[in-house]
């Protein structure tokens, strides 16, 4: 099979990589791609939000399946166009993938089919926020855009005054342009946060093996926020008795919500999940893979990934196995200096040799930014390199992931001391 993965962050090269186990695979690509993944697929230079080019370019490849990872190709509807054409693709088409586009739609489909999650109120217009707010008068408070905003939607206001900066920035200011024409505003959820990736195929939901994502930038969870810093696999918060609950209360009913509004979910549905003392509750549906949750739950993956993904397109997850080994993965994001805010690219990276660590066993260096110039591979982005260790525990995986991590060099490099940290005290 010939399959061209839409995407260039750390997350596609994982799922490449992952895909080129196949026996089933003979040929992959992936658009636009970045430098590090070149070592391991075609790449092509299209925009992963350009629907038009993508499909005509799929066309006249003649893929056979095409992966759609990324959030803003699914909510514009590259699924829906790509089987227009006729070729199969992994992924929600545009209105299952509201879930993960629109806020107010995921938050109504929880309230109607009581799916937990945090208390919310729906809003348009700025001043009747900031009323609804002052007459609840509970700090923090939690806003957020409606639609996509680069993971940067997500306002936790501390008093009045962060209240009227935000909805000044995003409704006003239309920061996020038109994601913030409406905003929910949330009850400030307390508990540990567990990532959980799950295959479906509209009807059956096959979770993955559970994560942890690191959002803040800075060690002991300072800093801003940021598209995650380092993740490890398994959560060990997640336990058997939180997976069942989850299941039942939160899993099936979203994938059996979903088929009754009539936009049955397809590809990867991923559950934010905050485990509160009253019980786990959704933070946020995510309508793909997470990053850098896959850099750390595809290592871990025995089955075929792309069996399982065409059995999430033909309906036929139930019939299909899939399976996780034992043993857990860490990976470690080495980021600009600066990241999330400004930083410089085009800084030269030391110590791999065609974007790996040979000599480093269980390690794989996954590409989020970078690119080749004149053959020499540099800086292209905010997060630059995953490092993903797999060993028999956590701590090995975290041990050997750190110790990889020591030989890739480039200028204002910027990584956490503290992936996984809470994971492991969390199990003594
Ligand atoms: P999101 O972009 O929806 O993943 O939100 C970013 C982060 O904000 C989450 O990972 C949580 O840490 C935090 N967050 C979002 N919603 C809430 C909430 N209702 N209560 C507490 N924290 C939240
Ligand atoms: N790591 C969080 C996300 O992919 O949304």
Request: glycine content about 10%; some cysteine; proline content about 5%.
């Amino acid at each position: 099979m010939k399959i061209l993965v839409v995407g260039g962050g750390g997350r596609e090269h994982a799922i490449i990589r992952a895909l080129k186990q196949s026996p089933q695979c003979t040929e992959i690509w992936c658009a636009p791609g970045n430098g590090g993944i070149s070592y391991d697929a075609h790449c092509k230079a299209i925009s992963a939000t350009d629907v038009d080019a993508m499909v005509a370019f799929a066309k006249e490849e003649a893929f056979d399946y095409v992966v759609v990872a990324q959030d803003d190709p699914l909510a514009l509807g590259m699924v829906d166009a790509l089987a227009a054409v006729g070729i199969p693709a992994f992924g929600p088409d545009k209105a299952a993938a509201r879930i993960e586009a629109s806020k107010v739609f995921s938050k109504n489909l929880m309230q109607k089919y009581g799916i937990p999650t945090a208390d919310y109120a729906v809003f348009d217009d700025p001043a009747k926020v900031i009323e609804y707010v002052e007459s609840k008068n509970k700090y923090p408070v939690v806003i957020k855009a409606d639609g996509l905003a680069l993971g940067k939607g997500v306002l936790i206001c501390q008093n009045h005054e962060d209240v009227v900066a935000g909805v000044k920035e995003i409704m006003l200011d239309k920061k996020f342009g038109a994601s913030g024409n409406h905003v929910v505003v949330e009850e400030f959820l307390t508990g540990p946060e567990v990532s959980v990736l799950s295959f479906c195929d509209g009807k059956t939901v096959k979770p993955m093996v559970s994560s942890m994502d690191h959002k803040r930038a800075l060690d002991g969870d300072q800093g801003l926020n940021t598209g995650g810093m380092g993740t490890v696999a398994p959560n060990p918060y997640y336990t058997q008795e939180v997976a069942d609950r989850c299941m039942k209360e939160i899993f099936l009913p979203t994938v059996a919500a979903m088929q009754a509004e009539g936009c049955p979910f397809k590809g990867c549905l991923y559950f934010g999940l905050m485990l509160t003392p009253d019980g786990p509750k959704v933070i946020e549906y995510n309508c793909r893979f997470g990053d850098p949750e896959t850099q750390v739950v595809l290592p871990l993956l025995e089955s075929d990934l792309l069996t399982v993904m065409q059995a999430t397109t033909n309906g036929t997850l139930a019939e299909t196995e899939v399976k996780f080994r034992d043993g857990a993965a860490a990976c470690v994001i080495l980021a600009s200096g600066g990241y999330p805010l400004s930083y410089e690219k085009g800084k030269e990276i030391t110590g791999l040799t065609e974007g790996q660590l040979p000599d480093c066993a269980g390690v794989t260096v996954y590409h989020a930014g970078t690119a080749l110039k004149d053959g020499v591979l540099v800086t292209s982005g905010g997060r630059v390199l995953g490092v993903t260790a797999t060993a028999d525990t956590l701590a090995e995986a975290l041990k050997s992931a750190y110790a990889a991590s020591e030989n890739i060099h480039f200028d204002k490099l910027h990584k956490r001391s503290d992936i996984g940290a809470r994971a492991l005290a969390a199990m003594q």
